[in-house]
């Protein structure tokens, strides 16, 4: 069933939803919102785009193989835990420096560690999504 | 490294201990801490000796077989955690090792890992040792629960406290059965025999000189602290003494070199037993003497019996003779052996024997029963040494399945050299022994012993024993060969065999093991989840069912317009969900579901959570679609009385969460985790969503292994998907 409506409309719409994502996933720490939160909506958005315009077209956009998002967000959330260790402090220790740019504000560690929830929550997803799909074809 | 810990013994001697202790897991009291006294000086000293000969001789004896490599790994892996348990003060440290040696000895057993025998001795093996780990293992954490602490040297003066404790029975008789199993007692014996499975060399050090001598060990090493009552005491003295006759009779019957050296092996450990239930000075002197003149001449036996098989190609001691004259070197190194096992003059052994007799016979209630016992035991242990250690070499020659000859210079050092120490320490006791005793007799008995031993006492009736063991011995010997023949079939009916009941056991475990598996695992992903809900429902209505009075229920019900129009939604799509017809309307309505419970977050005050919801609900409705493709149209399948079923316990989920939930509310948390969380969140986390703070920074470690958890997760899925795929399933 391909609506050219939806098509057109999930262009857009992927562009929002990562982008709110992505908001999500900045203002967790002081906001409701997160990494886990941010990883499923990206991966709605994905979800949305392969459903108005077929698998093949989702996995184009996406560049990636999700089992290489997962890895790499696993990657991510373990290299923020090694700062703590090069400090020789207690593991996981967190470390901010404050960038004084507005709407961002700290960075640090713990927002490393969403990050990598992020992505390894949205590899998760996709790649299930994808592998379903994918059999459905074959 | 038999030298370096050699070089301790002037220190040990002069009664010194030492002691080094590295905090290893502090939270749990586990040290890894090291005791080194007279008692674990000896064993060590025992242990590095014979390890030493034997990897000599294995040098030349293992050529034949493939995969020496992993030989050598094994063997190293056990002389270490053997040492490791001598030298271990906290029982959670010589627990470890413990176990240690009964995997070893388990890969060892099983090395010919392509006979059958060998897999089943090597199990067999490993079930009884491990079982009685396990005892062990209870006894040691009961102990600690009387005692507070691991270290054994913290017992030392607590005798008094541990043995009036109500415990103690328990403690003792658990602490026993793991020493038993370890030490091939009776009814666990039956393992030692089939052990010899094993390569000879493992057979030489593991099941005669070093690792069976573990539960001894224990023994020894726990007699002072928990021992000294009657039921220690008693225990010990009876199964040591049952041991010593019943193995001593099997071993009439038996005709291969290694399994009659095992039979005497087993009387040996029964003696030793034996010597310390009886617990006095003499007692314990003999107790040592035995120790070491036995790992001497046994280690040598098993040696020579391996020299045997591996020159002539047969353990069959009917098929051996007169061999002295191809193999005058392994003739002598035997015949040494063989006359300080039969405890000759002047040999360590007749030292042992007098000194054991000698302590029985001071028993006043058991003495004159125990020597008579102890006399045939050792008249049996005569014979069997008459079949290992002379008929082989002398007497007239037979013809063996290979050409004999001289065993290469390796095989035959180790042993020359542990019979020539038989002798020596036979001719000087005192300059060798006397002085290690003292303090090995002082850890066990924590009195210091002054001890004379000399290898002759004069005519006396201990004297006249020894006389009639080896006498009755060669009359046995006599009888065994005339009856060559008639004598391998004699055998126990199966229901006295203790090894008959462990078959049944270990047939018992398997068959329940199997319906077990078909009741609970039965492939039905349906029972499982049934079997899982049941099973969580019960043990939590239970729980309620005890603490019932702790609950009040007070429930608010004054409700505003939200919450009765979100109740009445989410009722409404329940009942869409259960009797709908078509997959796809379910799935709607669980998707409305979902968002209502949402909302209900949302106005709850979670909107972390609600949002969370939100996304999930909306992926989960995308992968139930996805999903619905493949499945075949909706039927109803299941009938009438399974649907009542599984109501029922949707019905008994419903009522506990509503429970759970009344019973949590009702009670004030006191814990101040909440408030804790709240005020430190912006401070320390530097985030005002205490939620997600808790998520990345206080809890983040827990976040990181479930993360991992996911990703291991989603590998898994994908992958069944694409077997599937790929093997072109439905």
Avoid: C
Avoid at chain 1, 25 to 31: A, F, I, K, S, T
Avoid at chain 2, 74 to 98: A, E, P, Q, R
């Amino acid at each position: 069933m391909y609506s050219i409506i939806l098509s057109t409309a999930s262009r857009y719409l992927l562009l929002l939803l990562l982008i709110f994502s992505v908001f999500l996933l900045l203002r967790g720490h002081n906001e409701p919102g997160g990494g886990f939160v941010g990883g499923l909506v990206a991966a709605a958005a994905y979800a949305l785009y392969f459903i108005a315009n077929g698998i093949e077209a989702a996995k184009t956009v996406l560049r990636f193989d999700p089992l290489r998002i997962i890895a790499a967000g696993l990657i991510t959330a373990i290299a923020s835990t090694l700062p703590s260790l090069v400090a020789g402090e207690r593991f996981m220790t967190a470390f901010w420096i404050d960038t004084g740019i507005p709407f961002i504000g700290k960075v640090g560690t713990p927002l490393l560690f969403d990050l990598g929830i992020y992505f390894l929550v949205l590899g998760i997803t996709l790649s299930i999504i994808f592998s379903l799909a994918e059999e459905d074809r074959s | 490294m038999f030298f370096s810990f050699l070089s301790r013994y002037p220190q040990i001697a002069a009664g010194e201990v030492i002691r080094e202790s590295v905090p290893w897991v502090p939270s749990l009291g586990i040290n890894a801490s090291f005791l080194l006294d007279g008692l674990s000086l000896s064993f060590v000293l025992i242990i590095s000796l014979i390890g030493a000969a034997v990897f000599l001789y294995a040098g030349a004896y293992m050529k034949k077989y493939a995969e020496t490599g992993r030989f050598y790994v094994y063997i190293g892996i056990f002389m270490t955690s053997m040492l490791g348990l001598v030298l271990s003060d906290n029982m959670l440290l010589m627990f470890l090792f413990w176990e240690l040696t009964g995997i070893s000895s388990f890969l060892l057993i099983g090395f010919n890992h392509h006979k059958e025998s060998s897999r089943k001795a090597a199990l067999q093996a490993l079930l009884v040792t491990g079982g009685g780990g396990l005892t062990l293992l209870s006894g040691i954490i009961l102990l600690y629960q009387v005692t507070g602490s691991f270290e054994i040297s913290s017992f030392y003066d607590m005798n008094g406290i541990i043995t009036a404790h109500p415990l103690y029975p328990a403690i003792a008789l658990l602490v026993l059965i793991g020493a038993f199993t370890k030490s091939a007692q009776f009814p666990f014996h039956f393992w030692l025999p089939n052990a010899m499975e094993a390569p000879t060399p493992v057979s030489a050090y593991l099941h005669s000189a070093t690792m069976v001598k573990a539960g001894v060990y224990l023994i020894a090493r726990m007699n002072h602290e928990i021992g000294g009552t009657p039921i220690w005491q008693d225990t010990v003295l009876l199964t040591g003494a049952s041991t010593m006759i019943f193995s001593a009779l099997l071993a009439f019957k038996q005709t291969d070199l290694k399994k009659l050296l095992a039979y005497s092996t087993l009387a040996v450990l029964g003696t030793l037993v034996m010597l310390l239930g009886i617990g006095s000075k003499l007692a314990i002197k003999a107790f040592f003497i035995y120790l070491i003149a036995h790992s001497l001449y046994k280690g040598t036996l098993f040696l020579v019996a391996g020299t045997l098989d591996h020159e002539t190609g047969t353990r069959d001691v009917g098929m051996l003779g007169g061999l002295r004259k191809p193999m005058p070197l392994t003739a002598i190194t035997a015949a040494l052996a063989s006359l300080s096992m039969m405890g000759v003059i002047p040999l360590v052994g007749f030292i042992g024997k007098e000194t054991v007799y000698k302590a029985i016979l001071e028993l006043e209630y058991w003495g004159m029963f125990l020597v008579a016992a102890a006399v045939l035991a050792n008249a049996f242990v005569v014979m069997v040494t008459l079949f290992v250690g002379f008929k082989p070499f002398w007497g007239k020659t037979i013809q063996t399945p290979r050409q004999p000859h001289e065993a290469p210079f390796k095989m035959l050092l180790g042993p020359a050299l542990l019979a020539a120490l038989g002798l020596l320490f036979g001719i000087f006791p005192d300059i060798f022994i006397a002085s290690m005793l003292e303090q090995s007799a002082q850890s066990i008995l924590s009195e210091t012993l002054s001890l004379k031993i000399s290898i002759w006492q004069g005519f006396n009736l201990v004297l006249l024993l020894s006389f009639v063991t080896l006498l009755l011995g060669g009359l046995f010997y006599l009888i065994r060969l005339t009856m060559s023949g008639q004598v391998v079939r004699m055998g126990m009916p199966a229901f006295m065999r203790p090894s008959a009941w462990y078959e049944a056991v270990l047939r018992g475990v398997l068959s329940f093991a199997t319906i077990q598996t078909r009741f609970f695992q039965n492939g039905y992903l349906r029972n499982y989840i049934i079997v899982v809900i049941v099973t969580a429902v019960s043990l939590a209505f239970l729980a309620f069912y005890r603490s019932a009075e702790a609950v009040s229920v007070s429930p608010d019900f004054s409700i505003t317009f939200y919450e009765g129009a979100l109740a009445f939604i989410i009722v409404v799509a329940t009942g869409l969900l259960i009797n709908s017809r078509s997959r796809l309307k379910s799935i709607v309505a669980l998707g409305v579901l979902g968002f209502s419970i949402g909302i209900v977050f949302v106005i709850y005050g979670a909107p972390d959570l609600g949002l969370t919801m939100f996304a999930i609900e909306t992926l989960n409705v995308i992968l139930f679609v996805l999903v619905l493709y493949k499945l075949p149209g909706f039927l109803k399948l299941s009938r009438s009385s399974n649907r009542g079923r599984d109501a029922v316990i949707a019905v008994s989920v419903g009522v506990l969460m509503t429970l759970t939930v009344l019973a949590a509310s009702s009670f004030e948390l006191s814990s101040g985790l909440k408030q804790y969380f709240a005020e430190t969140s912006l401070p320390d986390g530097k985030g005002r969503n205490v939620v997600n703070v808790i998520l990345v920074d206080f809890r983040a470690i827990d976040t990181l292994g479930e993360i991992t958890v996911l990703a291991v997760a989603a590998l898994g899925v994908v992958a069944l998907l694409k077997l599937r795929a790929d093997g072109g399933g439905r």
